[in-house]
C-alpha cells in the first residue's frame, strides 16, 4: 500500500542519522516490524481535507504520529514488563533509550505544525495514566494511547489539509481504537475518509 510506504520512508528517514550504527539498526528494527495505522490515518484524514490524494512528500507528519506512537509504546511495554528487575537489564537500557529518541523525533516532525500542541496532550495524558496505573494499581486507562494517538493523527491530517478538528471529527479517531490500533486496511477503504470529510458513507448509502 503507497500510505504504508509512504509513511515508513519519512518515519525510517527521521531516524536515519542516529549514532552508532547499532541504535540506528534496532530503530530501524522496530519501525519495520510496526503497524502504520498511525500514519496512515493522518494521511487519510490529510485527503479527506483537502479533497485529494496526498503527495508521499507530505508524509512528515504522519512519521511525527507514527514516531511518537512507537516511543509511547514502548515505553509502556517497558513499565508492564520491568525488564530491570526480570530479564536483560543492558536491553531495558537500550530500549528505553530507542523510546526517548522516537518520541523526540515524532515532536521534531510535528513541532512547527498546528498539531504540536495536541502532540504534547499526548504524552501528558499519556504520563498520567501511566503514574495512576503505578500508583493505585488501575489500569484503566491503560490502553487510551491508542485513542489519544488516532486522535492526534486526526489533527495532524485535518490541519495539513486545511480544515478544523471539531470535537466531533477528533471524535473518529478514539472511536477507530476502541479495541487498539485498527487494520490499516480498515482505515484506507473509504468509511473513514467520508468521516473526516463530514459525511457519513452508511447514511448516504441508506438514503
Known sequence: MEEVAAVRQAALAGVDDIEPERLRDRLSARLEDASFAPGVLTLVAEAAACGHAVDDSDADRGAGVQLIYEGLALTRRLARDDPWTTGDRDAADLDILIA???????????????AAGAAVDVVREFGKDQTELRTTGSDDRDGSLEGDICELAVVAGLTAGG???????????????????????????????????????????DD
Open 163 to 205: 480544515s478544523e478538528p471539531t470535537p466531533e471529527l477528533r471524535a473518529v479517531g478514539p472511536d477507530l481504537a476502541t479495541d487498539g490500533l485498527p487494520e490499516v486496511e480498515a482505515l484506507l477503504n473509504g468509511e473513514v475518509a467520508d468521516r473526516l470529510a463530514g459525511h457519513d458513507s452508511q447514511a448516504t448509502a
Open 100 to 114: 526517548d529518541i522516537l518520541v523526540s523525533r515524532g515532536f521534531y516532525l510535528l513541532a512547527r505544525t498546528e
